[in-house]
């Protein structure tokens, strides 16, 4: 009994915090593909994470790299011939050439230690 009175309480607390703080946890909507973003990161070390979503072609909603650290992102578009051209911190897009064409993709802040880049291949 007492377990599962334990386990109830556990569960009133989530739920508690879940609607104090869902304008923060929502703020990008679903926030699960930005949790394993966010856990790859973490625990593979990696420096840039697709994050995955249902919104873009492909599955993919955006790049998630650690807060103002472009170079990841920018080393992946070189991979694929783009060249950079500059950081726009005012519009907060980074822009890009490649032959006649040019690509401004934006980015944002998601709390203080990410940033989300909204590039979708």
């Known amino acids: 009994m007492t377990f599962f009175i334990i ?4 569960f009133i607390l989530l739920s ?14 679903n926030p699960i593909p930005l949790a394993v973003a966010i856990s790859k990161m973490i625990f593979q070390d990696k420096e840039i994470t697709e994050v995955k979503g249902t919104e873009e072609v492909g ?5 998630l790299v ?9 080393k992946m578009m070189e991979k694929e011939g783009w060249d950079f051209v500059e950081r726009n911190e005012i519009t907060n897009a980074l822009v890009f050439e490649k032959g006649n064409g040019t690509t401004s993709i934006g980015y944002q802040y998601y709390t203080r230690y990410y940033t989300i880049i909204y590039y979708s291949p």
């Open 7 to 10: 386990i109830l309480l556990i």
């Open 16 to 29: 508690i915090f879940n609607i104090q703080k869902r304008d923060v946890i929502f703020q990008e909507g």
């Open 59 to 63: 599955g993919i909603y955006g790049y």
């Open 66 to 74: 650690k807060r103002g650290e472009m170079k990841p992102f920018i």
